[in-house]
């Protein structure tokens, strides 16, 4: 396992990442090809890992594609995955960031990364990571490479010694350090949602109140 | 509630503002309020799990309303009663999301319920869905009911599981792009021809990051099926959501549906409704300008939905590496026509196209003409209330006469997983939303287009233009048929 992550556990938080990159190099991977709709039927959030790419990962006999990168034994534990532009693209299942986690995955790299994939993927300790065109190219011409990735500093340091700043935001950054739970944070708003809600009530029977009255 | 404007503002900005419970902060993302929560079999159970897990119980249950639509089958229940459910796991889904919806008091959509159908053709249909709304759905194709005005947009398990519990989530104000489609749309031309031409013009991360609002004469002159077609792909370009301002259409379409407001309750509605629109001189974070009247009837023909040409043009010679590996994907040849290629199966339906006016479009070039005996067609209503309006057309009869297949509602072949597949390596034309890789079945090729060109293309057997289908001799309203 080349991978390490520098963390008191997975969903307690997530600080730095070392591990070499596995390469997907298609541009648009859209979430039927992370994981395709008809392993959607599970109630569960766990296990989805053996569906992850199924259709590019499997051959007809369902025995492993030998041509598919991440089943090419030098990326056996690879904890990056570098894909070209547009990942995650489609439908908003989040059977996708966990199917990818469960597979090992704990950072996705590309130049876009899809709105809705990219929410979901925060919510589950796996970092998506927008770096720019010129510099994903290079990294997807070379596959394997070991990358560190300082979630603390928001940077991206390649094995010459270049420290790249990625873009996260202050929120999530702090959720994936300190292992912040969303809906945790959420309930402690609980106080002005609810004022909200009379505030909006309030409103809304006073306009009803001066329609009726003309 | 009257708010001063200092500024001109986007109709985005307007429902932004009006729903923000706490303002975002470089630290935290704004708390904003949903106003509508949709729900359905797939995306849901792991979330009332989660609140189980946590002692915690739906904050408005009210507000929350459940419908069965992705796994579920469009073949009637059997003479022993049962439903031919593809596998035992969608079943079980579908029972977990019924008993979920029993103990936390959400109202559901069931099979015995005359409402039931897919989550967003029963949210417009039923007038759930209205202006100034929040609206979310654990389905990306929530941008939908943007037409209303409603900022809409699909979210994952978890944020399913945020609304749930404190009926909102955390977001980042998204950017703004006006897309303005000016121009007569020319006949055989519609929504679906217009949508694919624009992604194609922006692409497929044309939108990301941002929330489209699509204004312009030619958007004006759409009904509410075409412009909720128009937003329901606004993902397809990379945007959560898409809107359109509320105006008369919107108000004539609501003034009809069973849970719009009545009386003095509707007056205050549209009073309060039509102050969603983006005042004059509001700025965008960026604008595209479409010409309507150029667009021809427009298919797909690579593996995601931003690779579309007209029906009379060449397919691209794959200039990179992704055009290569969808030309081949597709099994075509660079460079060849798109019309002319043989067609094995074609789909009617989906959240795309599966409205009454979608199915009379299909009727229309059905009617009198039998389905090409090499295809395979399916026309799959969208709601149980779309089967009961078509059926009281006669069009069903009409489907059934010409050779295809007439269904109960549901998702069905638009993401294959009840059981409603394209075989490997078959060519479908399917009025759906997406032509990813294996999306309607493993190894399926899809070409997405409107029902018009997928009807016709059922009749010649072959990729074809519909508008040679388009006689006026053979142009009978439906309605006179039944």
């Given at each position: 396992m080349s991978a390490s992550v520098h963390a008191a556990s997975a969903d307690a938080g997530f600080v730095e990442l070392i591990s070499r990159t596995a390469v997907l190099?298609?541009?648009?991977?859209?979430t039927d090809q992370i994981i395709?709709?008809?392993?959607?039927?599970?109630?569960?959030?766990?296990?989805l890992g053996r569906f992850a790419f199924n259709d590019w990962r499997y051959l007809a006999d369902g025995?492993?594609?030998?041509?598919f990168e991440l089943n090419k034994?030098?990326?056996?534990?690879?904890?990056i995955l570098v894909a070209g532009r547009?990942?995650?693209?489609?439908?908003?299942?989040e059977h996708a960031p966990w199917a990818l986690t469960d597979l090992g995955l704990r950072a996705v790299i590309s130049s876009e990364i899809a709105d809705i994939f990219r929410s979901n993927a925060l919510k589950n300790g796996l970092l998506p990571i927008v770096v720019a065109q010129d510099l994903l190219d290079e990294l997807l011409d070379r596959p394997g490479i070991e990358l560190r990735i300082d979630v603390r500093t928001r940077s991206l340091h390649l094995p010459d010694g270049r420290a790249v700043e990625f873009p996260l935001d202050a929120f999530a950054q702090t959720c994936l350090i300190e292992g912040v739970d969303q809906l945790g944070y959420l309930l402690r708003q609980i106080d002005a949602i609810h004022h909200f809600e009379q505030r909006r009530e309030a409103a809304r029977n006073t306009t009803q109140e001066q329609t009726h009255a003309r | 509630m009257t708010t001063t404007t200092p500024h001109p503002t986007t109709l985005f900005e307007k429902l932004w503002n009006a729903h923000l419970v706490a303002p975002e902060s470089e630290a935290a993302p704004a708390v904003l309020y949903i106003d509508l929560h949709l729900i359905h079999e797939v995306t849901s159970p792991q979330a009332f799990a989660e609140l189980e897990a946590r002692g915690l119980s739906p904050r408005r249950p009210d507000l929350t309303k459940g419908t069965l639509d992705?796994?579920?089958?469009t073949l009637p229940a059997g003479t022993d009663g049962r439903l031919p459910y593809y596998t035992a796991e969608a079943e079980h889904q579908v029972d977990t999301l019924r008993r979920n919806c029993e103990r936390h008091g959400v109202e559901l959509f069931d099979f015995?319920?005359?409402?039931?159908?897919i989550v967003h053709v029963i949210g417009p249909e039923l007038g759930l869905t209205q202006p100034g709304q929040t609206i979310v759905c654990?389905?990306?194709?929530?941008?939908?009911?943007?037409?209303?005005?409603a900022l809409a947009f699909g979210i994952g398990t978890s944020e399913v599981g945020h609304v749930l519990a404190t009926q909102c989530l955390l977001q980042r104000r998204a950017k703004t792009l006006a897309i303005n489609v000016e121009g007569e749309l020319a006949p055989g031309v519609g929504a679906k021809d217009l949508i694919l031409h624009v992604i194609g013009e922006?692409?497929?991360?044309?939108?990301?990051?941002h929330v489209i609002e699509y204004r312009g004469s030619t958007i004006r002159a759409l009904s509410m099926d075409e412009r909720m077609t128009v937003c329901n792909m606004s993902i397809e370009a990379g945007a959560r959501a898409g809107l359109i301002a509320p105006d008369q259409v919107t108000y004539d379409y609501l003034a009809?549906?069973?849970?719009a407001p009545r009386g003095a309750d509707w007056d205050e509605a549209v009073a309060r409704w039509s102050q969603f629109k983006t005042d004059d001189g509001a700025a965008f974070d960026r604008e595209v300008h479409i010409?309507?009247?150029?667009?021809?009837p427009t298919l797909t023909?690579?593996?995601?939905?931003?690779q579309v040409a007209a029906i009379d043009a060449q397919l691209p010679r794959g200039r990179d590496a992704d055009e290569a590996k969808a030309l081949a994907y597709m099994g075509f040849d660079g460079g060849?026509?798109?019309?002319?290629r043989p067609v094995d199966v074609v789909f009617v339906g989906s959240c795309?196209?599966?409205?009454l006016s979608d199915l009379r479009q299909a009727a229309e070039v059905l009617r009198g003409r039998h389905v090409h005996p090499r295809v395979r067609m399916l026309v799959v209503p969208g709601s149980e209330q779309v089967k009961r309006d078509a059926e009281a057309e006669g069009i069903d009869a009409i489907v059934r006469a010409a050779g295809a297949e007439w269904r109960e509602p549901?998702?069905?072949?638009?993401?294959?997983?009840?059981?409603?597949l394209v075989g490997a390596g078959q060519l479908a034309v399917s009025t759906s939303n997406r032509n990813f890789e294996?999306?309607?079945?493993?190894g399926a090729r899809t070409l997405l287009a409107s029902p018009l060109t997928a009807a016709a293309c059922a009749v010649a057997g072959h990729v074809v233009d519909p508008r040679a289908y388009l006689d006026p001799a053979f142009n009978p309203s439906i309605k006179e048929v039944a």
């Open positions: 190099r298609e541009r648009n991977i859209d395709p709709a008809r392993f959607l039927t599970t109630t569960e959030r766990k296990g025995s492993p594609n030998p041509e034994p030098h990326n056996a534990g690879a904890a547009n990942f995650g693209c489609g439908s908003s299942r | 992705h796994s579920t089958p015995d319920s005359e409402h039931r159908g654990g389905d990306s194709h929530t941008a939908t009911h943007g037409a209303f005005g922006i692409g497929v991360n044309g939108g990301t990051g009809k549906t069973p849970r010409d309507a009247s150029a667009i021809k023909w690579g593996t995601h939905p931003g060849a026509a798109m019309a002319g795309t196209n599966s409205r549901g998702c069905s072949m638009c993401i294959a997983m009840n059981g409603d294996g999306r309607q079945g493993k």
